[in-house]
């Protein structure tokens, strides 16, 4: 698990990443003498992570105070970026809330000063970098550093591959996984010189299973799953882990987003239900947020189900939702 990598602008350095805990600090030679104390030492750490685990089972879980952090939502005009902005004011954060649809954002934006607390709104096409770079621009200097960054705009077409016309593929990878980058790139500065910040992923069950009908929004949120896993690590390995991540990854929500979707494997959530589990993640610095949390099992049964049970299951479990298929509409 030793791995090189090189860092731009100091020359060459090696990257060495380390798993987290008291006994790995440097564990990771790449000496071949070493090896064997190696495997001993991360026997140890993941002995002791466990024990840590299970102690931590007995404490209750401490909220971090978000009273006064600035807080940036994309897509907060709707659904599950508008309830989470909710959630901030009322825990008295400052907010920054962007989407592409003014009177849904304002709407957001007049039920949050309601509660009492501060709202700058800015209308951004997050399919556009340099919308959103303008817009960043905006934030830093009309209202600080932002210290809470949750990518939540999201769009989604049901169609399978060949119904889905080119410039919607382009455009759901634009607002679903590009912004991401845009977003991060521009706050996420600040946050290394502050040491403190964390940024939110909203993800989704499709980014863990692959869904007929969705092959375009599960190919953007498999990327942001693995977007968040990685700037996770990338954090890590420059020891910026005061910078927390979280991702979140619910099954179907009633917001709209997706027409009549069902499925025998979940009721269906509400937004509020979801909304509260992000947020309270987020407070935990909960790492990933799956809900219904069985939702962690299902890549695990991709990999070790065999192909006849894994169909049964998928045949079991009877994902419908309305979607543009070929050759006829139908209810899928
Ligand atoms: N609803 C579900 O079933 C479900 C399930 C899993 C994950 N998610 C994810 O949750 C997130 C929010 O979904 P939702 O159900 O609240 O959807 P929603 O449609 O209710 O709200 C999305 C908001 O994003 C805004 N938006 C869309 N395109 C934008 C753009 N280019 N720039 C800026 N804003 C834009 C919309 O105007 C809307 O206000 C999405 O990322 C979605 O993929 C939703
Ligand atoms: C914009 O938001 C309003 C209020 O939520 C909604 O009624 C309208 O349909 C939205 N427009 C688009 C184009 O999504
Ligand atoms: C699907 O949803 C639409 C409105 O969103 C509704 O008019 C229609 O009857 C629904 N179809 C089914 C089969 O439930």
Not at 86 to 111: C, H, M, P, R, Y
Request: glycine letters at 6%; hydrophobic letters at 45%.
């Amino acid at each position: 698990m030793n791995f090189h990598g090189t860092a731009s602008r100091m020359g060459s350095v090696k990257v060495k990443p380390s798993i987290n805990g008291p006994l790995s600090e440097n564990a990771w030679g790449g000496d071949n003498m070493n090896v064997y104390v190696d495997i001993l030492l991360l026997l140890l750490t993941i002995i002791y992570s466990y024990l840590e685990a299970f102690v931590k089972l007995f404490i209750p879980v401490k909220r971090k105070s978000v009273n006064g952090e600035i807080v940036l939502i994309t897509g907060a005009g709707h659904g599950i970026g508008k309830i989470t902005a909710l959630k901030f004011a009322q825990l008295e954060s400052v907010l920054v809330l962007w989407d592409i649809n003014k009177s849904g954002l304002e709407q957001t934006a007049k039920e949050c000063r309601d509660i009492g607390t501060k709202v700058y709104t800015y209308v951004v096409d997050c399919s556009k970098r340099e919308a959103i770079n303008a817009a960043a621009d905006k934030v830093k200097q009309e209202v600080g550093d932002v210290n809470i960054l949750i990518n939540n705009a999201g769009i989604v077409f049901c169609a399978d591959v060949l119904t889905l016309q080119d410039s919607q593929i382009e455009k759901i990878f634009e607002v679903n996984i590009l912004a991401h980058f845009w977003t991060t790139r521009a706050f996420l500065p600040s946050m290394i010189s502050n040491n403190h910040g964390h940024i939110v992923t909203v993800a989704s069950s499709a980014g863990l299973v692959g869904v007929p009908y969705l092959v375009d929004y599960c190919s953007t949120k498999f990327a942001a799953v693995g977007y968040h896993k990685a700037l996770t690590a990338e954090l890590d390995a420059i020891q910026k882990s005061e910078i927390k991540t979280t991702c979140l990854c619910p099954v179907f929500v009633n917001t709209g987003f997706v027409q009549n979707a069902s499925t025998r494997f979940s009721p269906n959530l509400e937004p509020e239900d979801v909304a509260s589990k992000l947020v309270d993640g987020i407070l935990t610095n909960k790492k990933m947020v799956l809900i219904p949390p069985v939702v962690s099992f299902t890549p695990v049964l991709e990999f070790y189900l065999p192909e006849r049970a894994l169909k049964a299951l998928n045949k079991f479990s009877d994902i419908k939702f309305d979607a543009k298929v070929q050759c006829y509409d139908k209810n899928k």
